[in-house]
T-cell receptor
Framework: SQQGEEDPQALSIQEGENATMNCSYK?????LQWYRQNSGRGLVHLIL?????REKHSGRLRVTLDTSKKSSSLLITASRAADTASYFC??????????FGKGTMLLVSP | KAGVTQTPRYLIKTRGQQVTLSCSPI?????VSWYQQTPGQGLQFLFE???????NKGNFPGRFSGRQFSNSRSEMNVSTLELGDSALYLC?????????????FGQGTRLTVV
């Protein structure tokens, strides 16, 4: 069963705009990760945020985590066409066991 | 540093057959996890191996099995294939101990069962 649920399922924006994706999960976690997948290929890790962190930045990415609401958000600023992909949140309890949401499909148009 | 290598990239098999997929993790990584991705169910965890031992297991039937060798390379096997086993199978490599870090994924093996 899916632990996380991303929202929205699909998002279409113009280059230069910001994209925000949300993720909710059900059980307690020790970390939450975001991954990107281009067109049915492998997943690329974007950012990991631990349960005792509230916000993390990496380049144009900003992730927040609210453990009281069991939710996280991923913000991509100044989107580019190359950001077009599916984005997944994944929660972890054990070391290498990730439970993924169904993902948000992001389309960035030039 | 070489990435995670999965072979083969594509496979077509017939119902009832069995299949073996291979994953070579990043050098030094001792944990290999396997995931199945389908349009209907999304990404689902199959199992994880660490130092040749299965450490975690997802909710899949016994037709799905795996193993890990002393060099950390891993194989997964699916016996008596069903149409519903058609999926992208992804493996992920990580150190497996110490502070939890990201998982590195291979490009996947696309299995089609006809």
């Amino acid at each position: 069963s899916q632990q996380g649920e991303e929202d929205p399922q699909a998002l279409s924006i113009q280059e230069g705009e910001n994209a925000t994706m949300n993720c909710s999960y059900k059980t307690s976690i020790n970390n939450l990760q975001w991954y990107r997948q281009n067109s049915g290929r492998g997943l690329v890790h974007l950012i990991l945020i631990r349960s005792n962190e509230r916000e993390k930045h990496s380049g144009r990415l900003r992730v927040t985590l609210d453990t009281s609401k069991k939710s996280s958000s991923l913000l991509i600023t100044a989107s580019r066409a190359a950001d077009t992909a599916s984005y997944f949140c994944a929660t972890g309890r054990g070391y290498s066991t990730l439970t993924f949401g169904k993902g948000t499909m992001l389309l960035v148009s030039p | 540093k070489a990435g995670v290598t999965q072979t083969p990239r594509y496979l077509i098999k017939t119902r009832g057959q069995q299949v073996t997929l291979s994953c070579s993790p990043i050098s030094g990584h001792r944990s290999v996890s396997w995931y199945q991705q389908t349009p209907g169910q999304g990404l689902q965890f199959l199992f994880e191996y660490f130092s040749e031992t299965q450490r975690n297991k997802g909710n899949f039937p016994g037709r799905f099995s795996g193993r890990q060798f002393s060099n950390s390379r891993s194989e997964m096997n699916v016996s008596t294939l069903e149409l519903g086993d058609s999926a992208l199978y992804l493996c992920a490599s990580s150190p497996g101990q110490g502070a939890i870090t990201e998982a590195f994924f291979g490009q996947g093996t696309r299995l089609t069962v006809v």
